[in-house]
């Protein structure tokens, strides 16, 4: 007789409304993207970075810290999300999703992209 007393719980349950989702994240990887909220909507960067490109994250150790928004932008992205990110009206947004995206590229190789100044506490 316990069968019974699953069913009634199962209906009770399949009763309740589901839960609101919350807010959306700033930034959230799907599969293979980057989607960002931005002040301008939501835009989607792809992750997927070619063998060549992957290879100059490698040498990044040469860019001065003032260039890497401009490496990530030129020499990594696509031209199609460089553009994109160019095209926001608030540059730290631009600078802040470049550095997201450059951590979710680092995060899909299995590498830890360290923040510039890495080096001092705080």
Same mark, same amino acid.
């Given at each position: 007789?316990?069968?019974? %007393?699953?069913? #009634?719980?199962?209906?009770?349950? #399949?009763? %309740?409304?589901?839960?609101?989702?919350?807010?959306?994240?700033?930034?959230?990887?799907?599969?293979?993207?980057?989607?960002?909220?931005?002040?301008?909507?939501? &835009?989607?960067?792809?992750?997927?970075?070619?063998?060549?490109? /992957?290879?100059?994250?490698? !040498?990044?150790?040469?860019?001065?810290? %003032?260039?890497? &928004?401009?490496?990530?932008?030129?020499?990594?992205?696509?031209?199609?999300?460089?553009? %994109?990110?160019?095209?926001? *009206?608030?540059?730290?947004?631009?600078?802040? /999703? #470049?550095?997201?995206?450059?951590? #979710?590229?680092?995060? *899909?190789?299995?590498? !830890?992209?360290?923040?510039?100044?890495?080096?001092?506490?705080?």
């Amino acid at each position: 007789m316990t069968a019974p %007393k699953a069913i #009634a719980a199962t209906k009770t349950a #399949a009763k %309740k409304p589901a839960a609101e989702p919350g807010p959306k994240p700033e930034y959230q990887v799907v599969e293979t993207n980057l989607h960002c909220k931005t002040l301008d909507g939501e &835009i989607s960067l792809s992750l997927l970075v070619p063998y060549q490109k /992957i290879k100059l994250i490698m !040498s990044m150790d040469d860019v001065e810290e %003032k260039d890497v &928004i401009d490496f990530v932008l030129d020499e990594l992205m696509s031209t199609e999300d460089a553009d %994109k990110l160019k095209q926001l *009206r608030d540059g730290t947004e631009t600078m802040k /999703i #470049a550095m997201r995206f450059m951590e #979710a590229v680092g995060e *899909r190789l299995g590498m !830890s992209v360290e923040k510039s100044g890495g080096s001092s506490a705080s």
